[in-house]
Each structure stands twice: as C-alpha cells, then as structure tokens.
C-alpha cells in the first residue's frame, strides 16, 4: 500500500491534500482499468493529471477498491493529532523513517497443549 499511495503522491504535486482528492476520484469509480499480461492496469486523470498503476498479481477491481480505501482511511486518521495526515507526516511515512517495513520474514509460534 506504501508504493501505491506514493505513486499518487507523486502524481500529485507531492501533498496531502492532493492525494486525498485522487483517492476520493478513484474510490467514485473514475478510472479505467485492462488487463494486461494476466494483470489489471488503473488509469485516471484528476487535474489534467494522468496516473497508471499496475495492480499486483491476483489482485482485482474489487482489491483495488479496497486498496483506495485503506489508504484514504490511513491519511485521514494516520497523522499524529489523530487526524488528517500533513504534508510532512506523509512524507515521512512514504520514506519509512520508522523503519517499519522490512523484507524479513517474520514467524510466531505458540505451544499448543494436547489432550
């Protein structure tokens, strides 16, 4: 989801406020998509913009869709008052400065006791 939203972020003049708006254009189904090579490709123009993303494999419109949601649900409720992310807690989180994504495999185990 990080990728995607920093897709629009990018398209968007690098703000809040435009990324906002591309997600909302989105989510009221205003874009195109094909299929290509087995994968489903979104296309949209907000503000004289063109964006096109390339939806990962086994991903569908209704995916997409939620993938919109999610993320227009995070920079509405992810900034640090509780609210709408700024410009620089976008920022931020696009660059991971948390370093909370990571490419290791993580596993939990539990003990289950049998009876």
Known sequence: ????????????????SGTITLLETLAAKQYTTAEQGGRYVV?????GKSFTYEMPEG??????????????????????????????ELRSYLLDEAGQVTDCTVAA???QARY
Not at 43 to 47: E, G, K, R, W
Not at 66 to 79: D, F, P, Y
Request: glycine content about 12%; aromatic content about 12%; hydrophobic content about 45%.
């Open 1 to 16: 989801m990080r990728a995607f939203i920093f897709s629009i972020w990018v398209h968007v003049g690098k703000t809040t």
């Open 43 to 47: 296309s949209a123009t907000v503000q």
């Open 59 to 88: 991903q569908n419109g209704a995916s997409f869709l939620e993938m919109v949601r999610e993320s227009w649900r995070m920079l509405n409720i992810g900034g640090a008052s509780g609210g709408e992310m700024t410009d620089a």
């Open 109 to 111: 185990f539990t003990s």
